[in-house]
Structures are given as structure tokens and as C-alpha cells.
């Protein structure tokens, strides 16, 4: 149930940035679907959690599970929140939606229609993380979600894809499911910079960050590592020094000429934000304080659809000297760099262009069949024991 709950968040935070994205309130509606799934597993987690715990020490560990239990509830509530500014009609400036599609992953939804490329065949043979460079991370099937998506599945006509990966692939995704033409948003002409053009620029990172954070909140517990959760919280303090910021530039604009209607929506948005923030500094708390983490928490957290590994990069490796843009890593082997750790600092969230250098540390999340291919590429085989199913990293 942890494992799912995790994914759930994960699934309502892309699916509330889609809907906010395209202005779409049947996706947002969606959103609020998998609220009620999330209340339920909640409701069952806390239940079991209860009943688990019959001696002080045995209370002790489980309340590091009922921490997070409440950390992802709230990341939940943080994406609904995120939806009414569409359902609600709160407004957002035109220029935050063109900025979002400029992201290096975006969120997308596609029906599969009767006769399209899409239709009846298993996800393994259509190969879209390498045609498209989109990964489908849930499918809706009427009112049912498949969101431990299998290469396996036959997608049939009727299902709705939900995807995550480069919005360059967009245009082809939508070309092989006979969808209609989508051209994504553009700002207006008017380049100049304003109080509200500052403010959208601070949004958009804060929405970079936030994710980021939540990401590495997850590495920390599964890693148990202080340095990480440390890492979590200066993310945290940035958000807060950000929001300042925003608030102030936000109440500039309001001075000028402007519909403050959509102004709302900036506020809305940067409180969402924020949100997902201090819920990832909630996570790792249990570290920076040495709690005792319940064993389930690194289990649940390792058996969710995506891992999180750390993977060093070796002199003389395919990683060597490669820039992330050219690796592809999130075609083949379909994991999403997360940080690279180097000299002691931590670079979040790297753009294309960075070029990996010898002793980088690659933390990264991705689809636990392809850690062995990222293990490969960066210069190292993954080696596991049968007999206490760990799994150590030798030179190739």
C-alpha cells in the first residue's frame, strides 16, 4: 500500500501540472479520482500501522511510517490543490504556461483511439520511450487505473494514456495515437521583463525545485542518507526564500495594468509549491534525527514503479566525458537524473549540456530493470546476492 501511495502522489502532482498545462478540467478531475484511491489507502496504512505496534519499541519504528504515510497524503492534497486553480477558474498568466512546456520533462495525456498505431498492440512492442522519448507512467480504463504499467499490457481502444518525458516527443506521441495537432503555448511577444515576467521565472523553478526535493526526500530514506536530507533542507529554505520573493513581485504587478485575476493563480500555485517542499523536509527528518526507520519504508519505497540508485561514474566508462544530452539516459535505460554529486556538492536536476567527469555520483530514479544497464554505461556491473538481495557495483 506505501508503494502504491507513493506512486499515487507521484502520478497526481504529473497529472495536476498536465491539467494546468493544457487547461484541461476533465484531467483535474482525474486528479480528484485518485484522491479518493489515496484517502483510502491512507485511511487502510494507518490502520495496519495501529494495529502493528504493540510494544513501545515496536511504536517507536512504526512511527517513522506513519511520518511519511502523512507526508504523502499531503503531497497529495498539494496536487489538488494545484488543479483548482483550473476547475476553480483562478486564472494563470499565459506566460507560466509557455515557460512550463520549455521544462525538461512535462506530463501529457492521449486517448487511444480505434485504429491508431497505438491500439491493441503490448507497450513493449511500440518501444515509445526510444520513438517518442514519453514514458507511460499510468494508464485510465474507464474508472480503473493501471499505474504498475508492464510492458506487457495490450493497450486497447478507450484507454488513456498518461505519459512523462521530453515535450519534444509530444508532437510524434500524438502522431502515432491519429490525435489531433497540438501546437503548445507561446508568450506573448512583448519580451520585456516585468515584476510579473520575474515572478512567473521564480514559479516555474520553484516548481523545478519542489520536485527535486521530493525526489531526493525518497533517495534519503531509501539511501539513509544525512547528507541528502541535508541537501532537502536548504531546498526547503530556498522555497521559502523564493515564495518571498514571488509574493513581493506578484503584489508589483498588481500596480499596473493588469487583470489581477491571474495573478491569483501565481499565489495559488507558489502555496502548492511550497507545500511539496516542506513535505519532503517532513520525510527526511527521520533521518537528520536519526530515528529508527521502520524497515518497511525501505522495502515499500524500493519496490515503488520507479528506484533510486546511486550510480559512481569510472574513468574511461561510456559516462566519461559524455554529456547527459547525448547518454539518453531516459530513453535507454529510462532513468531520470535526479542530482549528480560532485567535489562534495550537489547538482540538481542537470540540464542536457553537463558533461559527467570521472568519480561523479549520478543519483537517479528510474525503472528497476534498467539499474543494471545505467550501472554498465557509467563503467560498473550490477552484481545482486540471491541470498540477502543486495546489490554491489563491480568494475567492468
Known sequence: ??????????????????????????????????????????????????????????????????????????????????????????????????????????????????????????????????????????IRRGHDWITDVEGEDILVPGDVMILRGSPAGIIRLRELASAPFFEPPVPPEDGALTDLGRAVDVLVEMKNISEVAVGLAYSALVLGDPSLATEVRSLEDRLDEMKDRLELWVLRAARDDLDPAPLRGLLHLSQAAEDLGDQAQQMVWLIEHREELHPILRIALGESDEVVVRVPVAA?????????????????????????????????????????????????????????????????????????????????
Open 1 to 138: 500500500m506505501l508503494a502504491e501511495a507513493k506512486d499515487l502522489s507521484e502520478l497526481m502532482v504529473d497529472l495536476a501540472y498536465a491539467a494546468l498545462y493544457f487547461g484541461d478540467p476533465d484531467m483535474a478531475d482525474e486528479v480528484s479520482e485518485l484522491e479518493d484511491r489515496m484517502n483510502e489507502l491512507v485511511h487502510d496504512m494507518r490502520a495496519v500501522s495501529v494495529l502493528a505496534a504493540r510494544q513501545r519499541k515496536e511504536a517507536e519504528a512504526m512511527a517513522s511510517v506513519l511520518q511519511v504515510i502523512g507526508a504523502i497524503e499531503r503531497i497529495a492534497n498539494a496536487a489538488v490543490d494545484i488543479t483548482r486553480i483550473v476547475t476553480h477558474q483562478l486564472g494563470i498568466p499565459r506566460e507560466l504556461v509557455a515557460d512550463l512546456s520549455n521544462a525538461e520533462e512535462v506530463s501529457h495525456r492521449v486517448l487511444v483511439r480505434e485504429g491508431s498505431h497505438l491500439a491493441r498492440r503490448p507497450l513493449a512492442s511500440l518501444e515509445l520511450p526510444t520513438a517518442t522519448g514519453m514514458q507511460v507512467i499510468a
Open 316 to 396: 574511461g566508462s561510456a559516462a566519461d566525458g559524455a554529456r547527459l544530452a547525448d547518454l539518453q539516459l531516459g530513453v535507454d535505460p529510462g532513468f531520470h537524473i535526479l542530482a549528480i554529486r560532485r567535489g562534495g556538492r550537489y547538482l540538481y536536476r542537470p540540464r542536457g549540456h553537463v558533461t559527467l567527469e570521472p568519480d561523479d555520483e549520478l543519483i537517479a530514479s528510474g525503472p528497476d530493470e534498467g539499474h543494471p544497464i545505467l550501472a554498465e554505461r557509467c563503467g560498473w556491473r550490477l552484481i545482486e546476492d540471491e541470498d540477502t538481495d543486495e546489490a554491489r557495483l563491480v568494475r567492468i
